[in-house]
């Protein structure tokens, strides 16, 4: 298995739900990641998890928590969203988090997020 | 911080012609490359990469070259089909340290006209 997953494909919220992402990964990466991007812009990191471990944040606002129960799943929680947060929500893996040489990421398919 | 200048941030070319694309970087401890391409309503996809001990890396229609003295490094499409019309980014990792970050650039919206 190849490849990154992500559920759902689109989430359409109200400014009150909470609702949470789905990512995984079978291919024994211990890293992950969670972007976001806007229509015509490139990803932005939000958080890197190293061996499930979160190693990074991109200073995200807390109405975004990200949650990584184990090494294959990564999930971002959603809470009191604002409208300007609908964006395309991508999960990506690597092989390693950290080292000498960069790994290549591999991206799954995003959740098209609409905040109402 | 690591910055990642991509241009132009739109090519459009006749099939069958090539597309160049490049991109500079501002941190000289960067050693990886990568090229994903996005088509509309897609994931960005890996098309090809380059790590910093070599100059040029090519697969098939696709190749890769980097000049770690200019801090820069370049697509090369050659025998551009319609399907190659796409938005292109390319990254530098940030830093010494592999961290996982990327950073990525502006994008570059490529159309390939039949």
């Known amino acids: 298995d190849t490849e990154v997953t992500q559920t759902p494909k689109h989430l359409v919220m109200g400014m009150t739900n909470k609702k949470s992402l789905k990512c995984e990964q079978h291919?024994?990466?211990?890293?992950m990641y969670w972007y976001k991007q806007k229509a015509k812009k490139p990803p932005e990191l939000m958080f890197v998890?190293?061996?499930?471990?979160?190693?990074i944040n991109e200073s995200v606002p807390s109405r975004f928590s990200p949650e990584c129960p184990n090494s294959s799943l990564l999930n971002l929680h959603l809470h009191a969203l604002q409208p300007e947060d609908s964006a395309l929500y991508l999960c990506?893996?690597?092989?390693?988090?950290?080292?000498?040489?960069?790994?290549?990421?591999?991206f799954g398919p995003g959740t098209r997020l609409t905040v109402l | 911080g690591e910055n990642v200048e991509q241009h132009p941030s739109t090519l459009s070319v006749q099939e069958g012609d090539s597309a160049v694309i490049k991109c500079t970087y501002s941190?000289?401890?960067?050693?990886?490359f990568p090229w994903y391409k996005q088509e509309l309503g897609k994931r960005p996809q890996l098309i090809i990469d380059?790590?910093?001990?070599?100059g040029e890396k090519k697969d098939q229609r696709i190749a890769v070259t980097l000049n770690k003295t200019a801090k820069h490094f370049s697509l090369h499409i050659t025998e551009t089909q319609p399907e190659d019309s796409a938005v292109y980014f390319c990254a530098a990792p940030s830093g010494w340290s592999n961290t996982g970050k990327l950073i990525f650039g502006q994008g570059t919206t490529l159309q390939v006209k039949p």
């Open positions: 380059i790590r910093s001990n070599v």
């Open positions: 941190d000289s401890a960067s050693n990886y």
């Open positions: 990506a893996s690597s092989q390693e988090p950290a080292g000498p040489s960069t790994d290549t990421q591999y």
């Open positions: 291919m024994g990466h211990r890293a």
């Open positions: 998890y190293s061996y499930e471990k979160l190693s």
